[in-house]
C-alpha cells in the first residue's frame, strides 16, 4: 500500500474542486472561514480557479476540472490537496486523469460526498491511501470531529468513537446560514446485525454509494483484483448515503455483493441516511439487513459516517480495529508493522 506523505508543519494545502465550486454566498464565507481555521494554525491554502465557480452543478468543463486537478497534484510546493465542495459529476473527469502518472508521484487527496470517486479510485486501482473526509466548507464548524479531521491529514490518526448527540439533518443545505456550532437536535444509536458485539481488524474501504454504484462494473472497477491482494487482511467496508431512497440503496448493495467486492468483508458500516421513510412498508434498516444478511458478517448501522452531521472520516486503505461493545461503537487505526 501507498502511503503519501502527511500534511507537515507550516505546510501547504490545495484547494481543488474536480466536481463541484460554490458561488453561493453562505458557502464560500464558510470555505474562506475553513481555510482561515487552517492558516491559524500555521497552513498556507492555495485555491485551484474554479473554487469559487459554479454552473449546471459543475465548478468547470470536465477537462478544466481535470486540469486544474494535475496542475495542483503535481506542484512540488502543495503538500496535500483537500476539496472545496462534493458535487454531481465528478465521474466526467476520471477519463482525463492521469493515474499512472499519479501513482508515480503519490499526493494525499482528502474530501468526501462526490469525491469518493477520484478516493475510491486512488485505493482500488493505485493502492494510495487517502482521506474520505470533511470538504473544506464544512472546517467553518467548531467541534472536535473537525479538530480531529485536521490531526488526520497531518497523520495522527485518533480513535474515533460513537457519536449520539447529533443533528437531525444537514442544516448546512437546509438552512440559511452554516453555522459555527453544528445544531444537535437528535439522538442516535449504531445498530448492530448478526452479531451481539464485534472485536475485528481489517483495511477500511468505501465511500459514498450514491456514485460508487456508477463505477461498479465499469472499466474503473479493479476492486476484485485489489482485494484479492489484500485478502489475509480482509476489509472493513462503508457507505456514505446522501440523497438514494432505501429502494435504490437495496439495487446498489445488490450490485455490489453480486460484483464480488464483498467477498473478504470481515463487516459492512452504514452511515445515517438523509431519506429515513419506510420502503413498502419496511424500514430503511431491515431493507439494507435483507441484503446483506446472507454475508452472514457483522453489520453497522446509522453510523457517524454520514451527511449529517459531526460525522468521522475514515481513512481509506489504513488497517483498523472496528469495536461495538456494550452499545458504543469505536474506530481505531492501527500503526503499521515493522
Known sequence: MITPKFLKKNGTIGIVAPSDGFEDKKFK???LRGAKKLEDLGFKVKYSNSCFKSKNGRSASARIRAKEFKEMYFNDDIDILLAISGGEYEMEILKYLPWKKMKENPKLFAGYSDNSL??????????????YGHNLYELAHDHEVIDSYIEALQGNFLTQTEIKDVSREDYDYSEDTITREYKIDYKNDWKIYNAASISLKGIVIGGLM?????ICGTKYDKVKKFIKKYKDDGF????DICLMSPEEVKRALFQFKNAGWFKYAKAIMIGRPIIQSDSFGISYQDNMIDELKDLNIPVLLDVNISHIHPSFHMINGKKAKLSYINGIGKIEYLKEEK
Do not use: G, K, R
Not at 472493513?236 to 457507505?239: A, E, R, T, V
Open 118 to 131: 477520484i478516493s475510491f479510485l486512488l485505493l482500488t486501482n493505485l493502492e494510495m491511501v487517502n482521506i
Open 29 to 31: 464565507e464558510a470555505s
Open 236 to 239: 472493513i467496508w462503508y457507505f
Open 210 to 214: 450514491d456514485n460508487l454504484n456508477c
